[in-house]
């Protein structure tokens, strides 16, 4: 890429030049155990389209980090109905229908997870402990809380018609 573009937008470049039954997306920090990716595969010869790995402890995110993401993934899922499981990673295996589906869609605002929910397909997650980084630092730590936030609102409002019916509601109710 010709500059620092966004995370997701990285993921996109990336699944453009896929060309495989499947596509595994990582990041390159070793976080997520490159081990897990048997188990994707198992699950992918079970005919799912779509592994998503959960992590189930990350204990080097700091506390207001964990507690923002909770809580987005809380009220994401209440305006979404559910669609943005929580706690899953970027670490996933999706099938060639499944990673065409989502590169079809070409959103500004590229949001991996929550497409990977809209297209539909087949999906089961898997379970695994993050590990400490194993070199340099988070960019996503240190993001302003703003931005984070900002994001995450633009996730939501990308997945749900929900907050424009209740800002209508109240726009016809207050003078």
């Known amino acids: 890429m010709s500059r620092?573009?966004?995370?997701?937008a990285a993921l996109t470049c990336g699944l453009d030049h896929a060309t495989g039954d499947i596509a595994i997306v990582?990041?390159?920090?070793?976080?997520?155990?490159?081990?897990?990716?048997?188990?994707?595969?198992?699950?992918?010869e079970r005919g799912y389209d779509q592994v998503l790995v959960k992590i189930t402890k990350r204990g080097s995110v700091p506390m207001l980090r964990r507690l923002l993401s909770r809580f987005f993934y809380k009220l994401a899922n209440m305006m979404t109905s559910g669609?943005?499981?929580?706690?899953?990673?970027?670490?996933?295996?999706?099938?060639r229908r499944c990673y065409k589906a989502v590169l079809s869609m070409r959103e500004s605002?590229?949001?991996?997870?929550?497409?990977g929910s809209?297209?539909?397909f087949k999906t089961t997650e898997i379970e695994i402990e993050r590990a400490p980084r194993f070199a340099g630092q988070s960019k996503w730590l240190g993001t302003?809380?703003?931005?984070?936030?900002?994001?995450?609102?633009?996730?939501?409002?990308d997945y749900s018609t929900l907050p424009?019916?209740?800002?209508?509601?109240?726009?016809?109710?207050?003078?």
């Open 4 to 8: 620092n573009f966004t995370f997701d």
């Open 118 to 120: 809209y297209v539909g």
């Open 26 to 44: 990582m990041t390159s920090d070793l976080q997520e155990p490159p081990e897990a990716i048997h188990a994707m595969l198992r699950e992918f």
């Open 109 to 115: 605002h590229r949001f991996l997870r929550g497409l």
């Open 164 to 175: 424009l019916a209740w800002v209508s509601i109240f726009g016809v109710f207050i003078p």
């Open 83 to 95: 669609m943005l499981p929580e706690s899953v990673s970027d670490f996933r295996l999706l099938s």
């Open 144 to 157: 302003s809380l703003v931005r984070v936030v900002i994001h995450g609102f633009q996730s939501i409002f």
